[in-house]
C-alpha cells in the first residue's frame, strides 16, 4: 500500500495497481487499503457476508445490513496521489457495475456500462456435469433506476416514438382496408 521508489500503489492481495474503477482503493475500518474488486471476492465467500476480516491484520470490519462492499470509504488520498477522480462502482449480485456517466449533460451521448464477472456461485464447481433439467440461476432483473435511466436516453425516446408512428400508420391503413372493402361490399 506504501508506494514504493518509481512504483504506482497496489492492491496487497491482487498486486494490480489502484485505478478508479474495478481497483478503487477502499479502506476498511483497520486503516487498510485495497481494491473493490478483491473486497467483493472477500464479501462473497465470507459466511457472514456483514463482517469482513482484513486480509493484512484480520482487524474485523461490520458493514451494515444490505450495505455492500462497494459502499466503503474510498481511499481519496490515494487517488489524488494517483491523479485520478473517483466512479461510483456498484456490486449487483455476483457482478461489479461502473456506469461511465458522459462529462457533459449537453452530449446526447448514452452512458457506457462496464461489468466485472466475480465468477460462479459458490456452489457450483467448474469441470462438474450439472444434472440434466437443472435450470441454471435466472438473469439478473434490472431495477427501477436502471429502467428509469432508460426512459432518460433521448435514443430510446427516439425510438419509442418512432414505434408509435409505425404502430399508428399500421392500424389506420389495416382500419381504412376493413372499411374500404365494407363500402364496396354494400353497394353490390
Given at each position: 500500500m506504501a508506494e514504493q521508489q518509481g512504483r504506482e500503489p497496489e492492491c496487497p492481495v491482487c498486486w494490480?495497481?489502484?485505478?478508479?474503477?474495478?481497483?478503487?482503493?477502499?479502506?476498511?475500518?483497520?486503516?487498510?487499503?485495497?481494491?473493490?474488486?478483491?473486497?467483493?471476492?472477500?464479501?462473497l465467500v465470507t459466511p457472514t457476508r456483514r463482517r469482513l476480516l482484513c486480509p493484512l491484520?484480520?482487524?474485523?470490519t461490520?458493514?451494515?445490513?444490505g450495505q455492500p462492499v462497494t459502499d466503503l470509504p474510498t481511499d481519496t488520498a490515494l487517488l489524488t496521489l494517483l491523479r485520478l477522480e473517483p466512479h461510483h462502482v456498484i456490486l449487483e449480485g455476483r457482478q461489479l457495475c461502473?456506469?461511465?456517466?458522459?462529462?457533459?449533460r449537453y452530449f446526447l451521448r448514452q452512458p457506457r456500462v462496464y461489468t466485472l464477472d466475480l465468477g460462479p456461485e459458490p456452489?457450483?464447481?467448474a469441470g462438474h456435469a450439472q444434472?440434466?433439467?437443472r435450470s441454471t440461476r435466472p438473469a439478473s432483473i434490472p431495477s427501477h433506476y436502471s429502467l428509469r435511466e432508460c426512459f432518460r436516453n433521448p435514443h430510446f425516446r427516439i425510438l419509442a416514438y418512432m414505434m408509435a408512428v409505425v404502430l399508428c400508420g399500421t392500424?389506420?391503413?389495416i382500419f381504412s382496408i376493413f372499411c374500404t372493402r365494407r363500402f364496396f361490399w354494400g353497394l353490390g
Open positions: 494490480n495497481p489502484f485505478n478508479n474503477t474495478f481497483h478503487t482503493p477502499k479502506v476498511l475500518d483497520c486503516c487498510h487499503s485495497f481494491c473493490v474488486e478483491c473486497l467483493a471476492h472477500l464479501s491484520c484480520r482487524h474485523p461490520v458493514l451494515a445490513s461502473l456506469k461511465d456517466q458522459p462529462k457533459s456452489g457450483s464447481q444434472a440434466v433439467g392500424v389506420l391503413f
